[in-house]
Every structure is written in C-alpha cells, then in structure tokens.
C-alpha cells in the first residue's frame, strides 16, 4: 500500500419502537453529487503526486495515505537462527535525505488538500521513522489534526537487533483541511452502537494482515511487503465516510482500500505507480461482493433525527395527561399536565428543568431521567420519542 504511488394522534401506544438508521440515500442528506469527470473505482498507473493535480478541485470525501515510511534500513535484517527477515527495504522507501522526504511529503499532502472537499478529512498511516515528520507538515499546510490513533498490532514482527522496544504499533493521524471544518463526517453513534455502547477509543487494536488475506505470489512470496489488513480500513470508512462518498488512496499498493470501498458501498480512487501490484489489486478488487443496502444503512444520529417536543407525545396520545413520572431509582415523582410541562409540587417546567430541580443539579436530560410504569417495569420517555420519530418516518414516506 506505500508505494509513492399526519394524523399522529391516532399512533396508539404499542407501536413498536424502530431505528433502523437513516439510509445513503435518505430525505435527511441529499444523495452525493460525484462529478461525472472522476474516475471513480480505478487506479491510475503512474506517480501519485501527478494523478492527485490531474483530479479536480474539492471533489473527493475522504483521503487515506500509507506513505513510504522512510525506514532508513541498514542492510539486511536476520533473525537469530540467521534466517533472512523479509522487510521493506524496496526502492520506493528510499531517500536520500530527510531534506527529500519532506519536500515529496509536502508535495502530495498539498496536491490531497486541494482534491479535498471543504468537509473531508485525511487519514496518514506511519511508523516513528517518519509521522513526526509528517505531522509537522500537515500543520504547516494548514491542515487541522482532529485525532492520532494508536494501532496497537496483536502480532508484532520481533525487534531482531534486541537493542530497542518491539515496535508493537503504529500511528494514524486523522485531520481535517482547517480548525473552521465543522461538518466533516463522523459517525459517532454507529461506532457508540458497535462499541458495547461507549465512545470509541483512539487506541485501535488489530493483528496485522496474515493468514488468506495476505496476497502472495506464485512463489508463496508476499506480493507487497507493508499490506495492511482490511479491518483497519473498515473502521476508518465505516466511521469517516457514508455510502456513496469518493476515498483517495495515492499509494495504492495491493488494493486494500478499493477492496473495502467496494465491500461497504463507497468509491474508490487509487494511484500506484508498480504494475504488479496494480495486477494484484485489480484481481483482488474483482473478487469483492458488496454488501446489501440494508446491511450499510448507516445509524441515526441526533441531528438527523426529527425534533419531537414532549407536548406531541401528549397530543398523539402516546403519554397520558395525568401520568406520574419517575426516576430509574423511584426517588422523584412528577406529574405529567396537559400543555406537555411537567409538575413537582407547586413548581410546573419541562422534563428538562423540573429533572434538573429534581436533582438539585443545573442541568438534565429529561428524556432519559424520567420513566413511565408500565406493567410493573419503569420505561424512559425517550423509548415514546422513538416512536413518535419511527411514525414521522413512516408518515413521510
């Protein structure tokens, strides 16, 4: 991969509570306009620098970049048995300086940030041989880094010269083009939902590419010596991009991107400048299935989904005026009143407010603070909302 290369007061209260998520193709964002002069799901054979300035301006959604790492090898690794290590010591990891390094850095980063669309972000994957480096000159070009993410490797390769730490990671630095980007894609419930219901960490944990999955050649050799395993750009699209979004990759390599792109519906961009490779990707490219619409509807997030005041619940009959609500520990008890406020005692507010005076706190989520009984179990409101949300999709289809 591093070569330079309307009627809602008749919902009856046992409507099933859905989130099905909100499609690619949804009312809630507009279907992607890809310019039609993209060439989208091919890899362009030649210098990576070169095909980024042949795109055009502010058209792609996502770029992800494994760039040569510039490992500074001195000969050749040996384990202690004298066996030979297959390391990367190819040409195209070769500078003659770090003087070098850093002007082709500079090149493509600025020839990626101009093919980046305002809302995009940029992935770069490096060692510490050279992520320092580039960090320093993402920031130098303006770029605003969001996030660095640790890929802690299951199954490190031993550090054979014993004189140092194993180098059981490597680091992802996630940016967006400026501190202003607001709207860059993020899909933070889907990876909440996938994650046992916590926010996902910045510490990534994945064996590197073994087994089927790395590509060998007819010799039983690796076709690329740095391919990095499909579960690592699953996450990265899966979180950064939506179906439909176009992904750049100007170091192509063996088509790992492509290969995933395709599988979860987004399309693909490569560059790769080594004629094996791109015979290697294009094979492996054709081989993926994508995967069904429904399996890539993407999960709701807060802002997508339709604001639904307490009072609808009320008027659509959802919640009965009179209810008494309470907290999950039954310490509080409020009333609810017809014009949708709630009351605790002598003092009447919002689920809002009254949960907060409740607590003797300055704020609160009413939503999830007060609860219904209901045969004998409590129930958060927020479980009415969902349905009340689920019949205003309904009715608008």
């Known amino acids: 991969m591093r070569t330079a290369l309307t009627g809602l007061a008749g919902?009856?209260?046992?409507?099933?509570?859905?989130?099905?998520?909100?499609?690619?193709?949804?009312?809630?964002r507009a279907p992607q306009i890809v310019p039609a002069i993209l060439p989208l799901n091919q890899i362009i054979a030649g210098d990576c620098i070169t095909a980024l300035q042949n795109l055009p301006a502010?058209?792609?959604?996502?770029?992800?970049?494994d760039p040569p790492y510039n490992l500074q090898l001195e000969g050749s690794l040996s384990r202690p048995d004298q066996s030979h290590v297959d390391a990367v010591d190819d040409d195209w990891d070769k500078f003659a300086s770090f003087g070098e390094y850093d002007a082709f850095t500079k090149a493509w980063l600025s020839a990626a940030y101009r093919?980046?669309?305002?809302?995009?972000?940029?992935?770069?994957?490096g060692s510490y041989h050279n992520?320092?480096?580039?960090?320093?000159?993402?920031?130098?070009?303006?770029?605003?880094?969001?996030?660095?993410?640790?890929?802690?490797?299951?199954?490190?390769?031993?550090?054979?010269?014993?004189?140092?730490?194993?180098?059981?990671?490597e680091t992802l630095i996630w940016a967006s083009k400026g501190p202003s980007a607001r709207n860059y894609t993020f899909n933070y419930e889907a990876l909440k939902s996938g994650n046992e219901d916590c926010q996902m960490r910045s510490d990534w944990f994945f064996p590197l590419c073994t087994g089927a999955e790395r590509l060998k050649d007819a010799s039983g050799a690796k076709t690329h010596p740095t391919q990095k395993p499909e579960a690592l750009l699953g996450r990265i699209l899966l979180?950064?991009?939506?179906?439909?979004?176009?992904?750049?990759?100007?170091?192509?390599?063996?088509?790992?991107?492509?290969?995933?792109?395709?599988?979860?519906?987004?399309?693909?961009?490569?560059?790769?400048?080594?004629?094996?490779?791109?015979?290697?990707a294009k094979l492996r490219i054709a081989a993926v299935e994508p995967l069904s619409a429904e399996a890539l509807t993407l999960a709701p997030t807060k802002r997508s989904e339709p604001r639904v005041a307490f009072a609808s619940l009320i008027e659509a009959g959802l919640i009965q005026p009179g209810t008494q609500l309470t907290d999950e520990k039954r310490r509080h008890k409020a009333l609810v009143r017809a014009d949708g406020t709630l009351a605790l005692g002598d003092i009447i507010g919002s689920i809002h407010k009254i949960g907060a005076l409740a607590q003797g706190l300055p704020a609160c989520n009413g939503w999830t603070f007060w609860h219904e009984e209901a045969k004998g179990s409590l129930h958060p409101i927020d479980e009415k909302r969902a349905q009340m949300r689920s019949a205003m999709r309904t009715a608008a289809e």
């Open 115 to 125: 093919i980046m669309k305002p809302e995009a972000t940029l992935f770069v994957i």
């Open 131 to 169: 992520i320092f480096r580039v960090g320093a000159i993402l920031q130098d070009l303006g770029f605003w880094i969001l996030n660095d993410i640790v890929w802690r490797k299951a199954n490190p390769m031993p550090n054979f010269r014993g004189r140092r730490f194993t180098n059981a990671h």
């Open 11 to 28: 919902i009856k209260s046992q409507i099933q509570v859905s989130r099905t998520g909100t499609p690619a193709h949804s009312r809630l």
């Open 58 to 65: 502010a058209s792609v959604d996502l770029v992800f970049a």
């Open 239 to 280: 979180a950064t991009t939506r179906p439909g979004d176009v992904v750049v990759d100007p170091f192509f390599g063996t088509g790992t991107t492509g290969a995933v792109a395709k599988r979860l519906g987004r399309h693909f961009i490569g560059a790769e400048r080594d004629s094996a490779y791109i015979a290697a």
